[in-house]
């Protein structure tokens, strides 16, 4: 097991290194860039992480609490079963990355695009964490099939997401747009439930 605990790594470049259960507590990794790593199991508690960059890189079962990664463009990251709570990722784009099984308490993700992301083994109760981020099709049929509904996209859940919000349109205690005002009952609800996990662009 690596261990550099406390240890100096600001601005270090790491590539293609294959490390299991490295220990970086304490350590300073200003500016430090992993470019794709085996960092499974990797401790970063404590750790100086301003600036860290990750590329193509596997932090499953990580500990990484308070990561920001506010606005970066994440691509091809693991982090299945990580600890990853506190961590900013608000405004960032994740593509072909996994967040399934992660440990996501406090965690943000306003206007996060997780459209390309793996949200594998998301609970409902966990769903208001991504509360403003954005999420594919299927991503939400995952959610609502939490709730026992089938998911059946019809022209007028289309329209709903072709439906612009305006930025000063209060979001509660909103008027249901007038398509799903139409809705039979039953299907009113389960619009109504997929319009809770979906956020319209």
Do not use: Y
Not at 48 to 56: D, K, L, P, S
Request: hydrophobic share 40%; aromatic share 6%.
């Amino acid at each position: 097991m690596a261990n550099f605990t406390a240890a100096r790594l600001e601005s270090s470049a790491w590539t293609s290194c294959d490390l299991n259960n490295p220990r970086f507590t304490g350590a300073s990794l200003s500016e430090a860039t992993f470019t794709g790593c085996k960092l499974t199991g990797a401790d970063f508690s404590r750790s100086r992480h301003v600036g860290t960059t990750f590329i193509e890189t596997t932090l499953a079962s990580a500990r990484m609490a308070g990561f920001s990664f506010r606005k970066q463009t994440l691509e091809t990251l693991d982090f299945s079963h990580a600890d990853l709570a506190g961590c900013d990722f608000r405004d960032a784009v994740l593509n072909a990355c996994s967040l399934r099984d992660s440990h996501l308490v406090d965690a943000r993700f306003d206007n996060a695009d997780l459209s390309g992301a793996d949200l594998g083994g998301l609970r409902l109760n966990d769903a208001r964490r991504f509360k403003g981020a954005t999420i594919s099709r299927a991503q939400a049929g995952g959610l609502l099939a939490e709730l026992g509904l089938k998911v059946i996209w019809s022209p007028v859940l289309t329209q709903l997401l072709r439906t612009r919000r305006r930025a000063s349109t209060p979001r509660t205690n909103r008027p249901l747009p007038a398509p799903m005002k139409r809705l039979p009952p039953i299907e009113h609800a389960k619009a109504v439930e997929e319009r809770r996990f979906l956020r319209l662009a």
